[in-house]
């Protein structure tokens, strides 16, 4: 199953939370590194209403690109820097990964009893949306190009109750983005939403 379609007008395919890189120890009180070696992490939470809850966990990468790159923050402002070559722009395209499986929502956790999980079918009715965010703007991204799907069961630990327990998967999905001339300091937008335009989850990979 996938979603829908993909379009940004109509892209088939909680709330935002970002994980872009771990901070490194700041090397004085007014200037600050943030390291981006593999990647830009995402992560988020997303629910469905009156349905599952899900986690949305991805990296967006290019080659080469993010190896050894640093934002250094100071009172001067924010400047990204690989070696002594001072970076402003992503590379022509950069490649955003992403795994969607089911997660317990927070008030479920306090319940006993069935809850809702992932099926086929609900996110087979889900919308993607993909942007670029400057400031308040968001830029639909009309031409990503799908680079790899699947639909992979998910095992429990005790493998021998598996007949007993509702069926669990996890969804995988890869993209080539445009990003030629895009700032380093946007952001890449990911937004899920149900088919009545509910948003499921959205979650920004930012610098």
């Not at 899900?54 to 080659?63: E, L, N, Q």
Request: proline share 8%.
């Amino acid at each position: 199953m996938h979603f829908r379609a993909y379009r940004p007008a109509c892209l088939g395919t909680a709330i935002l939370f970002a994980c872009t890189a771990c901070v490194a120890s700041p090397p004085s009180r007014d200037k600050s590194v943030w390291n981006y070696d593999g990647g830009v992490l995402l992560v988020t939470d997303g629910s469905l209403p009156d349905g599952p809850c899900f986690r949305i966990s991805g990296r967006v990468t290019a080659p080469s690109f993010f190896d050894n790159l640093k934002r250094i923050n100071n009172d001067a402002g924010s400047t990204f820097r690989r070696g002594n070559e001072t970076l402003t722009q992503f590379p022509d395209q950069v490649i955003l990964a992403f795994v969607v499986y089911d997660h317990p929502c927070a008030s479920q956790l306090e319940r006993t009893g069935t809850r809702a999980y992932l099926t086929r079918p609900l996110m087979s009715s889900l919308h993607l949306y993909l942007y670029w965010k400057h400031g308040v703007e968001l830029r639909p991204i009309a031409d990503a190009q799908p680079k790899y799907f699947s639909v992979d069961p998910v095992i429990p630990y005790a493998a021998s109750r598996a007949h007993d327990l509702p069926e669990k998967l996890e969804w995988s999905y890869e993209f080539a983005v445009p990003s030629a001339g895009v700032p380093l300091t946007d952001s890449l937008v990911l937004i899920l939403r149900s088919p009545d335009g509910h948003i499921a989850a959205r979650v920004a990979a930012r610098l």
